[in-house]
């Protein structure tokens, strides 16, 4: 929980103190790119570093990674990439092989949780490093 605190207080305060830039006459697809990497950032760290990570919190970061992947660029079609596999992934433990992770777990189920969670650091990451860029391009 301490881990949590300071990962939200510190994406907070970044984000406040990154360069505003005045709102477009025009709207555009990337004017609001970086308030939703900055808020994809905040969840992915709420994912990360919360006790439970539950298997419906994955369809939280469905809908940002969708957003940010507008665009097309490579990496921002990455980061929804493993949002996908990361969901498959859950679906493929919790439905169909969760007595495989519970009833002594199994070498495939916990190298697939294990994965699901790397991924879901890198999606974090992801989502931290675009908001940074995005922020120093703005």
Known sequence: LPLLAVSLGAITVWMLRSPRTPVPAEPSNSAPRPLFLCAASLLGSLLVFSKVLSPQFMIWLAPWAALVAIPE??????????????????????PFHYTDLVGGPTTAAVV???????????????????????????
Request: glycine share 6%.
């Open 112 to 138: 697939a949780i294990s994965l699901r969670n790397g991924l879901i650091v890198a999606v974090t990451a992801l989502f931290i490093h675009g908001a940074r860029r995005s922020a120093r391009q703005a």
């Open 73 to 94: 660029d490579r990496r921002s079609l990455l980061t929804a990439g493993l949002v996908l596999l990361a969901s498959l992934l859950t679906t493929w433990i919790y």
